[in-house]
């Protein structure tokens, strides 16, 4: 078990290595003065040839490609990544303002995706080819053909335009005073559900619920569709294997054949999946929030990337990267514990 | 062959598959003649006029634009906006059908290149083992650290705007899943007797590859691809959504969304009046999408040996 994770962790450095190097290759693409850009916040500085020069020959914009990379990565290792036009502030402050907001859709997010996920997948399973099945699975595919934004829109048009329940945003204007400008309230997490929660403000509590419910139904409906088909294949596996047509000749009843022998192992793999459908999630909150107007680091990147503010684009890339090399790590050191099989590979 | 045909026809969730898909070949064929071109490039939207605000369904061409097409000579064919006009007066009927063509040369340029680059890294992992494989796969890795909607967006922003870039975004990030898939097959089948035997008469590798172990473990690979399709049609029609992808007025059915978009709550006490902004461009690519995974979700239980002699 140790010398898995042992092994595991060597790894880490080797993809760090890659994902930093490919991240630049890609900001290799641009001109140094496009590169310049990205570090100065004042766009004049760039029209004067004298100190544009300066300024490449400071960052190292035009060193030889190795050299280039390391002073880079030297820079983000001291989180200087640059100045976010979109955001107007430097890029590392954009991330902390935002990363809450989306940290906060997440979490919402991944519990209803997983719970119905499994128990629709695991109930068509179990009706292999009849009507439940067929439909369950139509749902599904429906539902994993549905890309995420016409989704939303579809959202945003029932709950806010047609019964006006669900308005996009983070916060109500008048919410919006209390949160961010008020004495009375303090943010202990930055999770605004959660700090109104803390601050026994219940109107705040509603108020931030409300402009949550619409990006969560959105981002967890394309991914349940995804799981469903996971837990469903996984249990038809399982299902057929022989140790269950042993429960079944020995007269166990079917509940207990299904829940207690063919469940457990049916979703050994799918708790992997469902590791890695967090991080997916992370692509689907780009979209989630730039329907709703959301706050979040996904509706910045969004902006930036309109505005061609490639710093904050180069910079988000870096981050979604890094959290899901973190996230990988995690699911895979959590699926050894699981499944003892993953240790003797 | 014959039997994974004769599944693919009578089971109903992928014949509907079929139908859609016949469809959309159908419309992508005959688009000069659905929507016959008024500029030199097809693929450029007409304006039917130069109003802002979204037109509804049967709205006649503007005269100022009829008489801006007289001018230059050409012949108006086509003067209404069978499902209206989009924001900015864009004809939303003409998008739909030379978006069609869009589609499908993205999921199939996009795929096929994607399985190309996807087969060829798998494929010599897997049967030249050791180190080779360790780097490719690492490798492989390194681009899986990223979430694909995430990587190909920022891959289009420094690559600028445009189909072209749309779609180098796509393939530099797709075809992984495709290697994996490969190399796992090979893995396993390079053990196999005809591997050996072809090995001890002398053929090269390159040929053994090519000839004999491909044919027998791409099935697998072909229904990914087949799925894969959507997956990508989709991708760029939200990049297309989020404002990077396709330039301004290219027939794209993401790009009529994001037009949608600032229409879609209407007028205050008249919700839904811009209704057909987003309800055919969307429920296109909703189809497209769809015919594609039924019939590659059907294709997978009938391919998939575990499933055999159950359906």
């Known amino acids: 078990?140790?010398?898995?994770?042992?092994?595991?962790?060597?790894?880490?450095?080797?993809?760090?290595?890659?994902?930093?190097?490919?991240?630049?290759?890609?900001?290799?693409?641009?001109?140094?003065?496009?590169?310049?850009?990205?570090?100065?916040?004042?766009?004049?500085?760039?029209?004067?040839?004298?100190?544009?020069?300066?300024?490449?020959?400071?960052?190292?914009?035009?060193?030889?490609?190795?050299?280039?990379?390391?002073?880079?990565?030297?820079?983000?290792?001291?989180?200087?990544?640059?100045?976010?036009?979109?955001?107007?502030?430097?890029?590392?402050?954009?991330?902390?303002?935002?990363?809450?907001?989306?940290?906060?859709?997440?979490?919402?997010?991944?519990?209803?995706?997983?719970?119905?996920?499994?128990?629709?997948?695991?109930?068509?399973?179990?009706?292999?080819?009849?009507?439940?099945?067929?439909?369950?699975?139509?749902?599904?595919?429906?539902?994993?053909?549905?890309?995420?934004?016409?989704?939303?829109?579809?959202?945003?048009?029932?709950?806010?335009?047609?019964?006006?329940?669900?308005?996009?945003?983070?916060?109500?204007?008048?919410?919006?005073?209390?949160?961010?400008?008020?004495?009375?309230?303090?943010?202990?997490?930055h999770l605004v559900t959660i700090d109104a929660l803390l601050n026994g403000n219940i109107p705040i509590f509603v108020d931030a619920l409300r402009h949550l419910c619409a990006p969560i139904i959105t981002l967890s409906y394309v991914y349940w569709a995804f799981l469903l088909r996971i837990a469903r294949s996984s249990m038809l596996d399982t299902l057929r294997k022989d140790y269950i047509r042993t429960a079944r000749a020995k007269g166990v009843d079917e509940h207990t054949v299904i829940h207690k022998h063919a469940e457990r192992n049916a979703l050994i793999p799918v708790v992997t999946i469902a590791g890695m459908l967090i991080i997916g999630m992370l692509?689907?909150?780009?979209?989630?929030?730039?329907?709703?107007?959301?706050?979040?680091?996904?509706?910045?990147?969004?902006t930036a990337a309109q505005q061609l503010d490639y710093g904050s684009v180069i910079a988000f890339a870096l981050l979604f990267a890094l959290l899901m090399v973190v996230g990988n790590l995690v699911v895979d050191v959590s699926y050894a514990f699981i499944d003892p099989r993953v240790r003797l590979e | 062959m014959n039997r994974t045909l004769r599944k693919l026809f009578s089971n109903a969730a992928s014949l509907l598959g079929i139908i859609l898909l016949i469809f959309f070949i159908v419309i992508a064929v005959f688009a000069p003649v659905l929507a016959p071109p008024l500029s030199d490039d097809p693929y450029q939207i007409p304006r039917m006029s130069w109003d802002v605000n979204p037109q509804p369904p049967g709205f006649p061409m503007s005269d100022n634009i009829r008489d801006m097409y007289e001018y230059i000579g050409k012949e108006v064919k086509y003067d209404k906006a069978l499902c209206g006009t989009a924001q900015g007066g864009y004809d939303i009927f003409y998008g739909l059908i030379w978006g069609t063509r869009t589609a499908f040369k993205i999921g199939i340029i996009t795929v096929f290149a994607a399985m190309l680059i996807g087969l060829?890294?798998?494929?010599?992992?897997?049967?030249?083992?050791?180190?080779?494989?360790?780097?490719?796969?690492?490798?492989?890795?390194?681009?899986?650290?990223?979430?694909?909607?995430?990587?190909?967006?920022?891959?289009?922003?420094?690559l600028g705007r445009g189909l072209d870039k749309v779609m180098i975004a796509l393939i530099a990030f797709g075809w992984m899943g495709y290697a994996r898939v490969i190399r796992g097959s090979i893995l396993s089948a390079k053990e196999e007797t005809y591997v050996m035997a072809a090995k001890a008469l002398g053929v090269r590798d390159g040929k053994i590859i090519w000839r004999h172990l491909l044919p027998n473990t791409i099935f697998p690979v072909l229904i990914q691809?087949?799925?894969?399709?959507?997956?990508?049609?989709?991708?760029?029609?939200?990049?297309?959504?989020?404002?990077?992808?396709?330039?301004?007025?290219?027939?794209?059915?993401?790009?009529?969304?994001?037009?949608?978009?600032?229409?879609?709550?209407?007028?205050?006490?008249?919700a839904g009046q811009y209704w057909y902004t987003v309800f055919y461009p969307g429920i296109f690519i909703i189809l497209f999408v769809l015919a594609w995974n039924l019939i590659g979700d059907t294709l997978r239980d009938i391919l998939d040996p575990r499933l055999r002699g159950e359906l």
Request: net charge neutral.
């Open chain 2, 225 to 270: 691809a087949s799925m894969n399709i959507g997956t990508m049609v989709v991708t760029a029609a939200t990049l297309s959504f989020l404002g990077v992808g396709a330039p301004m007025g290219y027939a794209d059915w993401g790009q009529m969304v994001s037009f949608a978009r600032n229409w879609i709550i209407g007028a205050p006490g008249h």
């Open chain 1, 1 to 189: 078990m140790i010398a898995y994770i042992i092994r595991r962790l060597l790894l880490l450095p080797v993809i760090l290595i890659g994902v930093t190097f490919l991240i630049f290759c890609m900001f290799s693409l641009l001109s140094p003065m496009e590169r310049l850009a990205t570090y100065v916040n004042d766009p004049s500085t760039l029209k004067n040839p004298q100190a544009a020069e300066r300024l490449i020959n400071k960052y190292h914009l035009d060193d030889p490609f190795p050299l280039g990379y390391i002073q880079w990565v030297k820079r983000i290792s001291k989180l200087d990544l640059g100045w976010s036009q979109a955001a107007n502030q430097p890029v590392w402050d954009a991330i902390c303002q935002r990363f809450p907001a989306t940290l906060e859709l997440v979490i919402y997010s991944v519990v209803p995706v997983i719970l119905v996920g499994i128990w629709l997948g695991v109930i068509s399973a179990v009706h292999h080819n009849d009507v439940i099945d067929q439909s369950i699975r139509v749902t599904a595919i429906v539902g994993w053909s549905l890309p995420t934004f016409i989704f939303g829109l579809l959202v945003l048009f029932i709950f806010y335009g047609m019964l006006g329940w669900l308005p996009p945003g983070r916060l109500s204007t008048w919410a919006q005073d209390i949160v961010y400008t008020g004495t009375n309230f303090h943010s202990y997490t």
């Open chain 1, 283 to 302: 692509g689907g909150v780009v979209v989630a929030e730039t329907v709703f107007t959301y706050p979040g680091l996904g509706f910045w990147a969004a």
């Open chain 2, 120 to 158: 060829f890294t798998g494929s010599i992992a897997a049967y030249f083992g050791k180190w080779l494989d360790e780097i490719l796969m690492r490798i492989t890795d390194i681009f899986l650290s990223f979430p694909f909607l995430v990587a190909a967006m920022v891959l289009t922003t420094i």
